[in-house]
């Protein structure tokens, strides 16, 4: 295979880079999910928020959370003007909350420097808060025809089994897979770019429905017979990903800490946040009726001493506020 003009890269299957492209910007065309944010009528703003909210999480949870924020929300001004309780409130159960506090700080920045457009150049949005290279190069790629190179775990995927003959990449991004990426992508020369924003597309879409991480269906890969992997036997990882823990975690507690601030327009107190049963501590919570958020959380298997740290956690980063009445989202 050769990779580029510039990239030595083992003769495995007989395929071109220039055919690869094409191989799967055609099968992106038929196969690649109609998601709202890949049309051609959504704004940079939409293609912006959907980055934020797919970071570590699945397509299927954050498609309605932002077609409800493009409803509500659908400028950064709009946003701007919100109150960080009324956002976090609506990020809903999407995780790390924090990235609602980023998008609301970004949506800021945008209308105090940038007049309100989000911006388009990596330089620029890199000064935005929440946004990292990837983001950056994703939004200025999907957002603005702009062909970075676009670099997340299912690329990353991708890239390790097609050409690297590795059934996973390594555990955290390395400069030998930056060069990889970068000189995988099409040349801007002939054709201005449009390719390279498809080819960065089409390989994330291939890792995330076809060349996952579990389950790949190979059988189905428009490159199968060109693939690294494949002709290698399909050897077995070269390590043992670790799995993130849910189940008792600080993440967890604080979720659940979370869901009753967001389900409930009064302050609560700290002490119906830091029981851990009903029967563990009479509460005069407000509704008077402890709602099933609260339920949840009484029935996690955390201690005192976990929720005290959660609940001091969720304080000091921003997510929640004492008001002096009881622990609410911040204003």
């Not at 939409?46 to 929300?73: A, K, Y």
């Not at 890792?207 to 579990?214: E, K, Y």
């Not at 049963?277 to 976990?306: C, H, K, M």
Request: hydrophobic share 40%.
């Amino acid at each position: 295979m050769r990779l580029n003009r510039r990239s030595p890269v083992p003769s495995i299957p007989p395929l071109d880079v220039d055919d690869l492209h094409h191989a799967l910007a055609a099968w992106f065309a038929d196969e690649g999910r109609d998601l709202p944010w890949r049309r051609p009528d959504c704004t940079p703003w939409g293609v912006l928020v959907s980055e934020f909210m797919l970071q570590q999480t699945p397509v299927v949870r954050v498609l309605p959370v932002w077609e409800e924020w493009m409803r509500r929300w659908p400028e950064p001004a709009d946003l701007a003007a919100e109150p960080s309780g009324e956002i976090l409130r609506a990020w809903g159960r999407l995780g790390y909350p924090r990235r609602a506090l980023r998008l609301g700080e970004a949506a800021r920045r945008i209308v105090e420097e940038h007049e309100g457009r989000v911006p388009a150049s990596p330089a620029d949005l890199l000064s935005l808060p929440g946004v990292g290279s990837y983001t950056a190069a994703a939004i200025s790629c999907f957002a603005f025809g702009i062909p970075e190179t676009v670099v997340d775990t299912n690329i990353r995927r991708v890239h390790a089994r097609l050409i690297g003959g590795r059934a996973l990449p390594e555990p955290s991004h390395t400069a030998a897979e930056a060069r990889l990426a970068a000189d995988l992508m099409p040349r801007v020369e002939d054709d201005g770019g449009e390719l390279a924003c498809t080819w960065n597309a089409a390989v994330m879409e291939l890792g995330a429905l076809v060349c996952t991480a579990r389950s790949p269906r190979c059988g189905q890969c428009p490159v199968y017979t060109s693939c690294a992997w494949i002709a290698a036997g399909q050897p077995a990882p070269h390590y043992v990903p670790k799995g993130q823990a849910w189940a008792g975690t600080d993440r967890q507690v604080r979720g659940a800490m979370m869901a009753v601030l967001r389900a409930s327009d009064e302050p609560v107190e700290a002490r119906v946040l830091l029981s851990d049963t009903a029967a563990a501590e009479p509460v005069n919570s407000t509704p008077p009726e402890p709602g099933a958020a609260v339920v949840r959380l009484w029935g996690l298997a955390a201690d005192r001493e976990q929720r005290q740290r959660c609940l001091s956690s969720l304080l000091d980063d921003g997510l929640a506020v004492d008001s002096g009445q009881g622990i609410t989202l911040p204003h």
